[in-house]
């Protein structure tokens, strides 16, 4: 088959991959004039890693393996551990954070050449007989039997098929950056996740001396505009150590602010000859670190869907969105509610021993894979 993809960005790049793979002809579409640098890092749990391996992207030196992550208040004081270490062992993958551009490079190393078309904005599709015509912004088409908006949270595609952009700020947002010999900050493979009045504080380990740090707070759109880095000192400076030695010598250019959205996630995603993969379909906040894991799962799904040529390819295309869908619906409800700060406050928190906690993440790991459970046979 011939497959259009627009984006190249983590779950366009799997898919690409994946089809590939089966023997396809595939064109991603880009509307960036070259590869994307910028980004912070992205936290890939084990059913990401399994996917991406299973796709042969080499992890090997990939980021940052993440063994364990601690939860604290604002003041320093220790709530829980997750051993994340035990979720690898049980589900047979590690968990990883890298740098969004590392990642980006090891899915794009091997394509063949001229699979990604830099600069090339995708308008509207046609579709007619038996195939689709993207229409870009240049002027020029692309013509395949399929076409998947793999485009982002601010998807063309998305807003071709469904005629609007359903998003909506969920009331929160992220200031965050990658910063170089703050590794001991952390330690080698250990999180921080902190917790206060003010907001939320992650601190990840994205390298051998890298360290990704971000800080989540309320806010809405029309809020002023004003340097982020004084905001982020007033709120956070006083908290317990390690955060000041964060705040300390950042950089306003080093800092990248991005808010928070969210839509219901519909049933339905695309037309007979298209769908929608990753943020396209589901655009979530970050608190539950699943956006970039559910575009490797539909990626997966998807690229085994289509690997032989089915008879009915809108069939296939609208069973792909059911398996996905009913999958991400809870993940995509429970991001929404920002759980994390709104909904278990320390004071809860301090009271769940830590290897109960570290059973039922390791569970939820699993439920939020179909690659770990999907290992039987339905497509």
């Excluded at 360290?211 to 806010?219: C, E, I, M």
């Excluded at 982020?228 to 908290?239: D, G, I, K, T």
Aim: proline share 7%; with cysteine.
């Amino acid at each position: 088959m011939r497959l259009l993809v627009v984006g190249a960005g983590i779950g366009g790049l799997a898919l690409a991959r994946g089809l590939l793979a089966a023997g396809h002809h595939v064109t991603v579409l880009e509307q960036a004039p070259s590869p994307r640098i910028t980004g912070s890092a992205i936290t890939v749990w084990s059913g990401g890693v399994g996917i991406l391996r299973a796709l042969g992207v080499c992890t090997d030196g990939l980021g940052a393996r993440i063994d364990r992550l601690e939860t604290r208040t604002d003041a320093g004081e220790h709530l829980y551990s997750i051993d994340v270490g035990h979720a690898a062992r049980w589900l047979g993958h590690p968990s990883i954070t890298a740098p969004r551009r590392e990642l980006l490079a090891r899915l794009a190393d091997g394509l063949p050449e001229g699979t990604i078309a830099y600069g090339r904005r995708f308008v509207r599709a046609k579709e007619g007989g038996l195939g689709i015509q993207a229409v870009l912004a240049d002027g020029g088409t692309a013509e395949g039997d399929l076409l998947i908006g793999a485009d982002g949270h601010h998807s063309a595609v998305r807003r071709h098929v469904w005629g609007q952009d359903p998003t909506v700020p969920a009331g929160w947002a992220t200031w965050q950056g990658l910063v170089d010999r703050r590794s001991r900050i952390t330690g080698a493979h250990h999180g921080l996740m902190i917790n206060g009045r003010a907001g939320f504080c992650g601190l990840l380990p994205a390298g051998p001396d890298t360290l990704q740090w971000w800080f989540s707070f309320p806010w809405r759109p029309g809020a002023p505009d004003v340097p982020a880095l004084p905001q982020l000192r007033e709120r956070f400076a006083h908290w317990a150590p390690p955060v000041p030695a964060v705040l300390e010598g950042l950089r306003e250019t080093e800092i990248e602010m991005f808010p928070h959205h969210t839509h219901r996630v519909r049933r339905i995603w695309g037309t007979e000859r298209s769908t929608l993969l990753g943020d396209a379909a589901h655009t979530m906040p970050p608190i539950v670190a699943q956006g970039a894991n559910q575009a490797l799962e539909d990626a997966w799904v998807l690229a085994r869907l289509l690997a032989h040529r089915p008879a009915n390819l809108t069939a296939a295309l609208r069973r792909y969105e059911h398996l996905r869908s009913r999958r991400i619906i809870p993940i995509a409800r429970l991001a929404a509610t920002e759980y994390t700060y709104r909904y278990h406050p320390p004071r809860y928190d301090r009271l769940v021993p830590s290897p109960l906690v570290t059973r039922a993440y390791a569970r939820w790991l699993y439920a939020t894979s179909d690659y770990l459970r999907g290992r039987r046979r339905w497509w």
